[in-house]
């Protein structure tokens, strides 16, 4: 078990320009969840998916994110056309749910900062 | 949503001190994770505890679930505590986490 993964661990782009940050969950777990840390702040809840299923997105995900989780495995979160306000540490986690509940523990990747200028 | 609200906002420890962080929900919960970010941002899980009390080393965690709150003890607290303390919580029913502010731990030699 080698724990959750993201790449890259830091990015800086321009404004307008698109990124995307990949996620690897620890393997097996049926749970991928997509947060955003602004500074000084806790993390948010951004996506969720269930297998490969995208369950819920929050508000907070406009309609130039979009996330994907082919397969049922890794995740990708994509940034179309970023702006200043895009920067952030963004944090995927993943949990291995049991059935009929939501009784499990998340974990969580090492995060990608992302940086526009 | 849940709030959460965390307290307090900031800790200053000399080395050898006990403390006691605090975590309020405004809900009913199903899942309570205390994490602890260190400096390059990686959250650290510290307990899975939605009810009860968990010990691990100098670090031990109390949920009351029916009274909405957990704490968080520090025990003879080192510099290499410090760091932010998040308390999360997952709403019954959902599985999405929800953050409080944090608390931010400095602990000096």
């Known amino acids: 078990d080698t724990g959750v993964s993201q790449n890259p661990r830091h990015k800086i782009t321009k404004r307008g320009q698109n990124v995307t940050f990949r996620c690897d969950p620890i393997?097996?777990?049926?749970?991928l969840y997509w947060y955003r840390q602004t500074l000084g702040q806790g993390p948010e809840f951004l996506t969720y998916?269930?297998?490969?299923?995208?369950?819920?997105k929050s508000r907070l995900l406009s309609d130039r994110f979009s996330a994907e989780r082919p397969k049922g495995s890794f995740s990708t979160l994509e940034i179309q056309r970023t702006e200043q306000g895009d920067s952030a540490m963004y944090l995927c986690?993943?949990?291995?749910?049991?059935?009929?509940?939501?009784?499990?523990?998340?974990?969580f990747g090492p995060g990608t900062r992302l940086t526009v200028l | 949503g849940i709030q959460v609200e965390q307290s307090p906002p900031d800790l200053i420890l000399q080395e050898g001190a006990n403390s006691t962080l605090r975590c309020n929900f405004s809900?009913?919960?199903?899942?309570l994770q205390w994490f602890h970010q260190n400096p390059w941002g990686q959250l650290i899980n510290l307990f899975y505890?939605?009810?009860g009390t968990k010990q691990n080393g100098r670090l031990s965690a109390t949920t009351v679930a029916t009274e909405r709150y957990s704490l968080l003890y520090i025990s003879s607290s080192q510099t290499t505590d410090s760091g932010v303390y998040f308390c999360?919580?997952?709403?019954?029913?959902?599985?999405?986490?929800?953050f409080g502010a944090g608390t931010t731990v400095t602990v000096r030699a």
């Open positions: 393997s097996e777990h049926n749970r």
């Open positions: 809900d009913s919960v199903n899942n």
């Open positions: 986690a993943s949990s291995l749910s049991t059935s009929g509940g939501a009784l499990d523990t998340q974990y």
């Open positions: 999360a919580v997952v709403r019954s029913n959902d599985y999405k986490l929800s």
């Open positions: 998916f269930q297998n490969e299923a995208q369950l819920e």
């Open positions: 505890i939605p009810s």
